[in-house]
């Protein structure tokens, strides 16, 4: 058990007043403990928040005309070690809680109708569940290369197996598309991940065997938790930080930290 | 103010139990009241019931090795004419219902982030709201064939853009894909049309404009009612009659009639 | 397994436009699949559907003037022998489903906060969890005594256990308060039993222990089944299948009939 | 537009482990910005966050055995002053949203079934809808002498109109209990208000006219706002901001206290 403390700046400048909608409070979940939290706009505009169909907390506002900040900060106790569990069952369709079929279906960024046989060859011959990820999430590792910096818009994984190569967030489309291909539900996450190089947000994804969630991560050779996540959902479709409606290059700079803490805060 | 009674009968061969997730129970609705209703299955086999993500009733079964079927009928009171409002304005994105944003955001078959030139070249000039969504029907009903029964599995509306034709969820997909590009809410709702030749199952769209939804569809000159709502999610990823788990062709036969009752059913 | 038929007619004499809302349509559950369901109004009225929070499904109109008669049926298929459990274990609180913990807290006719002496001293000695549920039920069914008809208005359990009588709902409010006030989950059913005398709706309540909801019915001495569950709630106030916006005595007669089906509906 | 920080310091003494569900994170809203938030136990223990029905933030854990605290502070954006509309219009049940039909009905400690004929006669002559609440909440603060710390265990509004005093929970229970018995919507809220005298955790209530919720406090003559909402509810068995699971007396300390800030904190 660890305490992490992951700030988030943006910067923006507005050439018109923008509606944008935001996804940047982590909430307590499963996995982690929100101890505090804040979030600040520079200029304070108001906002309205919601909770969306994932249970993402979300913000929505009118971004001002000219410079337009946000910061968060969000202070949270999780694990350093990820959970694994090597043999975990496949779970069966009739088996699935109802909240995690959404899970299964293809989505804008991971069409997972077109992955069937891909995705059975690269899991051949292993124990259906855990395993079968297992296999998706080193064939990731092995074929695409993970190229921080590589793809500005998102692209699908039908492109990104095409590419061989792509961010975080790419390797994680895919890696969701093959699972959801042979019937294991998969999702994106959106977070914090201690010790990344180059600090940024951070994307992943999680597979449902064996009752519960397990997390992938096949930027990354050696997983370790340390991680906070902001938002989950099919894609990044749906798991955006920030979701601008309006056409142009909003976002002039982008700051993110995270620090372990010696102990508990007072 | 009219009453129709639909009918749907799927006949399945399966070669092994295979899991399915069916939407085939009409809910009442803002638009529709269902007096009576009924679901048979041949064999019988145990099921379980649950609401999706956008409201839908699913039903979740183990459909068993060999014959299987079911029927399904539906009495229904709905409208034979379509609201129409041109002039209904856009709604602003920070005025949206929380639930309607969902509808916002690009899917599986409905890439609205890459539309935006073509939604507004196709809307240029016109009123924004009601009156964009009109451009954006009349365009596909101009540019894209409809030619039901050429497309098994569902396309996505930049292949439908370059195929230029397709069947009406096909139609259905580019229009909401269009629609959300210019940040118009849109979805995808499958159902029944009374008088559609040939007879089946339909899907067309709806877009949220002066504060309500306003049903569109590109496979019809003369748009009438007579319609029963089905299911509607943002598009056909979320929105299958039936979706299975597992591969190969299991639908041997299926046949859909709308007839228009005299009156009220007593 | 079998089959039932239930119908049930309402017949109403407003003498001016009453707002009512109505819980009478059953739905496919976890002990109950229901294949055919029919709903008729007379005359007929626009009427909006929606869930409540327990997931019941209900219906809001304005009853006009006059005579006004509502008729619904359902064909469902359940289970003839209600399962039991003796020896299934209290679930801690800590480990309840989210979604259960409601059914913990007082409610208007469930005083549970001022029962934990008395459900101490009934279920003193029994293993806890189903076995004190048993304890409780048999308390009441011995010590108030069951007066089909005799209490128009809801009374809370306080009152229950003063004046020792009451109706089905009335017993079963009382053992709905004693279970929550040793921090076992209970809530209130109203729905269908076949073979009930005289026939009626009726109500009787369930207690989540084992992991699971069971069946209790302080009416009936050898518990079965041949239940149809209606709607679910924390109590009467909950769950009434019609509750009328006005005051005045509107109803002027009520027909129930549960059938047993020889087999499955075709 | 101000910005208050509330604090919250509950200190426990447990004489064996304890559930307990609390309620103590205000969430943003429709009248309040939560800037930063963070919330400490001492010692730390494991705890779940869930979202109840009412749509308030709970934490579910297992309070260790002796000397245990929890601390919360909020910083939050709200309005001084309280919106106030006379005149507005009685909201008809058929055009109630749906999630407000909760609200109507009698619950735990608000009886609204057996205080119509008091509500008809406090309100009578008022204009529908907002006057009326007017008319109920003077008549509780002329009736109902606010003693502070005169009532620690929940009464109902039955009893608390029996003694004529009650703490400022008492009081807004028997303001909702008899808007509800007219078909006002209305609920309870737990929250923090600025200069409350002696300073502690408050209680208000909220009554639906005119398509919103306005806030109404029997306890003050001249209603202002700097009020913070931490949960609402049907009544205080719905929202306790802590609920424990065992007998005793476990509270062994409570600080409140809620300043005013010189402006929007960085």
Partial sequence: MIWLKATCKLDFYMESTTPLVLMLRPRTGAQQWVASESYTLDPFVPMAEYTDIYGNLC????APLGNFSIQT???????????RAPGAEFVDILSLPEEILAYLLPSRYCESDRFGD???EITAGALLGYDQVLCID???????????GSSPCPISATE??????GVCRDLA?????????ISIPARLVVGYLLGLQ???LHAWFEAYVGGRWYTFDPTQKEIHGGRITVAYGRDAADV?????FGAGDILSGMEVQVDLLPGAPG
């Fill in 160 to 165: 990104v197996n095409q590419r061989g190569e």
């Fill in 118 to 120: 891909l995705a059975r």
């Fill in 59 to 62: 913000q929505r506002l009118a």
């Fill in 173 to 181: 489309h895919l890696g969701v598309a093959l699972c959801r291909s």
């Fill in 198 to 200: 180059p600090m940024d």
């Fill in 240 to 244: 955006s930080i920030f979701h601008q």
């Fill in 138 to 148: 080193d064939w990731v590792r092995n074929n695409i290369r993970y190229t921080p």
């Fill in 73 to 83: 900060s969000a202070t949270v106790m999780t694990e350093y070690v990820v959970d």
